[in-house]
């Protein structure tokens, strides 16, 4: 079993910054990849960024050159740099974990809040 608790979201002004952390515990040894969605009010979740096991990247559109996936593989943790904020990106930030044989895990969620 697979636990993930993510952290660092908050409330930040239009054109601010903010750093989400996903902590990654149990039997996670046959990972496949880990990345960010998010969902905001009345809108399906979605694909911000993800990071394969062999480092990898692929980012949402909307968030290319804005928001960085990064991760520390000694600490299990992944984390998304998210920069220049705009209120469109308001959400909650979902951290994913997908094993090598396809079982798919989330954490609880941590809210972003952009003001304008």
């Known amino acids: 079993q697979v636990q993930l608790v993510e952290s660092g979201g908050g409330l930040v002004q239009a054109g601010g910054s903010l750093r989400l952390s996903c902590a990654a515990s149990g039997s996670i040894s046959s990972l496949n990849n880990m990345g960010w969605y998010r969902q905001a009010p009345g809108k399906q979740r979605e694909l911000v960024a993800r990071i394969f096991r062999g480092g990898t990247t692929n980012y949402a559109d909307s968030v290319k050159g804005r928001f960085t996936i990064s991760r520390d593989i000694a600490k299990n943790m992944v984390y998304l740099q998210l920069n220049s904020l705009k209120p469109e990106d308001t959400a909650v930030y979902y951290c994913?974990?997908?094993?090598?044989?396809?079982?798919?895990?989330w954490g609880q969620g941590t809210q972003v809040t952009v003001s304008s």
């Open positions: 994913n974990l997908v094993t090598i044989n396809g079982r798919s895990y």
